[in-house]
């Protein structure tokens, strides 16, 4: 009998990977190696798409949960906001005017071919109409800049994925990065070079907060088709996401590889988001419901 | 029931005043978000006036740039129906037939022509008058003197109403409603009858569940909560059950708007409008309003973000408390009106009734029943130690029925989301087993990939089929490989050692069977875990969901469903006794704890067919089985079919005969050991099974004699064989 069956693990590299208790070992040798062999194992052709997620897959993120990092930042906000307009905004009023900014750019925002996504420039506009402070431009800037100079704190380059992106395009292939994001391209690029990479790898980026259609709905990769003058089989994506990076982009024909967050990390992140939730529930601000499911 | 002004007053201010206030935040905020130059701000009579009113007051104390264009649209349900039933006649017949599930044709015309003047006379007992209302749409043209009268009232009224909006909009492209709520229905009439202009509906909040009548409108927030049930990690959810309190809030003791005019200049206008925007509020049955009025006037522009959400939530909780277990006071407290019907009616309902007989047949339990806020009616039908517990008892009943909610669990349903996702060994083991039929195996993967439920292991067991089959339809579906296993055999090894092999492969807490060839709901194992890991799901080893069998036939790559009914729907419970007689689910059907198969030992490989019949006996003898009453797995065979496509079932039948023996027999001579009790079982099951077979069919006209007496020998026969299997078992202590 025994010689009779066969076991197969098709998803044994992405089972690996949930397993790790250091998030960072992605980035030793040979699970990088690994890794890349997986995705380079799809590339049929030199002049072929490698299409990447970013946040969780180019540069990873730590431990620390969303609401952490809206927490945190909307403590830098405050006190820059304050000390600029001498209004006396609280960290929690910023939190509080940050979630429901959030909802309310994501719910509101003009809607393309079905999809909507929120954008940091109106998300702070929000946040300071809320405080009942006169949302400047200039003021916006300033506070997205915040935001975007605490991101780069809080981020790691994966370069593995940047070398292996660096020899397809040294033969002749493209290099993207597609993500749902807040953030404009512009303000991705931003924080590459904040980390020290050379934009120049891709041949272009693409986020959310700019096209509206994202990979979670599905409509972006169409739409990337005809921007690009590609086919879907022209593509390899890779990203952490479940649904965003790995079954939509399958489902539409684009071959996928699927670099999941470990388990331990989620746990870890689970464990912060925890604690401040109660953090905050003892100063009256519960907020459960404003925070959704992470796409994982 | 009824209670002082002063104390429903301060019930107001301190309970209504904080949560008005923080809709208020979001409906300025999400007004100004859409505040684009372009956008017509219409408040919606009769609640738009007093929301209008109220963000006025808030407006005082929180300074903000003006809004743009902000202004009323006089309308109601009734005159929104006339308006729209030209251009938007099915929808509009629809609202028609829900605001009178009762109710004949007449009682249609009437409220339809209660704001004529000269409505025409009309019998109501003769055709088409006495027809039921549902038939409405059906009946309805202008061939009929009474129903062309209808047509130019509709007429006169759409041009009023469309004078009245297009004044309003302007030459804005966006109309952004803001009213009570709940389901849009007046919004779905607008897009449909004036598909020209985006409608934007902003709602206090939004329930779009069961009952509703039309589509939901294209866009719409509920700015308090978007949900069709009660989630105890939203406490102002709680208005779900009384969704009155705010519907009385904004309510002035004026009429609806059910007529619009015009002046000496041409321009339309509302005559009671001028009644709702000067009524002054009375202490007396309106102790809420002004109390919300209080509160609001009494803030300062210093009161800050983080105070406002927290006294936000501490009213939304002690709300809930009061919504969802009220005790007598309580419900004084809440209700201060009446619930007037509209639609051209002058019907007054009252929220919840004094606990005295309405007539001869009525009770407690009718009124319960019937009440607009339940747990009110019950707070002042049963003593308060009494009804607490009904409260409790209603709330988990509701819950049971939508997502086997656990009271007792304190995890939200957004941090059970989350777990899922952070456990290490998959819940859910799903056994495929699959031989060569890349159709099928297709379509049965796509019906795991679509799972709302996803702790799962799916473990493919390729039992002697080709493999590669197997990957290409993997490759096919973008299921998550790192949640698939595949188990593959050279040679067959047989439906029930494929399935302890699949089975064995990898741990889980429960195990199902999902053959190649069926299929289920996307909810299936969302609900069926959800059952399991409730409360009143703990007891059970496993739980059966209802079944659709479908025939259907393969021709190529083309399934064609041939027809589907239920499948052995009569059924409430799981007996042990009524398994020994037959089978009566699919393995498709059922989910089981992993600890009673480890028990049982798995499945009898020595079955070629029955194993899953001999399997569900003995796990019947270690547990008991659930039952979702709800219709989430489907049960395919094919017609006809032979080989790779055959059923089990159909393919198998010569061999269901024989082996349905060859386990009674198995049973039987079992005798002296343990499983001694199915063994009695199943000998009486087979007599009992005689019987059934000659007694004539349930509904048959009359038994004859002859047949009396045959059944009354049956009995006799059965009495006897029971008899010897009693003696038997005493042989046996």
Redesign the interface.
Known sequence: MIDNTTVYTPGALAQHVLSIDDRYAILQPELAASIVDDIASYLRSPHMYLSFDVFDTLLLRNHQSELRRFFEVSALVSAHINQRVHSSITPHDALIARLTANRLSYRLSPMVDGCREGNINEIYRLLLTQCQIPAHAELIAECVDIELAYEITQLTVNQPLFDLMHRHRAQGGHAIYVSDMYLSKAHIDRLFVGLGVDVRVFTHGYSSADTILSKRSGKIWSWLCAQLGAQMSDFVHVGDSLVSDYQSPRAHGISAVHIPIPLQMRRDIMADHGALVQELESVNIPVQSWMSTPHW | MRNSPQSAYDFGKDVLGPIIHYYL??LD??M???DDGNTKFLYVSRAGVRIKALMDVYRTV???VPLHDEDYIWMSRILTVKACYTRATVHAQAVIKKEFPVHQISDVVRSLLATEPQAPEFNQDVLPFSLPASAFGEVFDGSNPVFAHIVRHFAQVADLFDRQLRALVGGKSRVVLIDSGWQGTSQTLLESAYPEYQFVGLYVATTYGEGQTLPSPR?S?GLLFEKDEF?A??PITALWYNRHVMESLFEPKVSSIETLVTDAAGTVYAPQAQALLTYVAQLDDDAHYLGVCDYLAGLT?AH???R???DF??ASQLFAQKILYPTKADVALVVTKKRTADFGRSLVVPVVYDAVDRHAHDSAEQRVREAIWIQGQIAVEYPDYDAEQRQRDLIRGVKTQAFFHDPNEQR?T??R??QI????QPRVLIVMRTKNRPVLLRRALESV?KQTYTNYMLVIVNDGGRFELV?NE?ARV?L????????????S?GMEAASN?GIR?TSSDYVVVHDDDDSWHPQFLQKSIGYLESSAGRKYGGVVTRCIQVVERVRGEQITILSQEPYKFNFQQVYLAEMVRQNFFAPISFVYRRAIYDKIGGYDEALPVLGDWDFNLRFLLEADIGVLDEELSYYHHREAASGSYANSVTGGISKHVEYDAIVRNRMLRQLTTHDSRLSTMLAMARYSDLILQKIPAPGASSVSTDQANQLERYIRLADERWAIIQLLLQQQR
């Open positions: 935040h979001l905020h999400h100004r978000y859409l929180t300074p903000s866009e927030h989630d990690s939203q522009a800050s973000l983080h406002l959400y927290a939530h501490a939200t957004t941090e989301d989350w996702t952070l456990d290490v990939y990957q993997l973008p998550d490989l790192a949640r698939v296993v595949i188990v593959s055999n050279r040679q090894v092999l492969a």
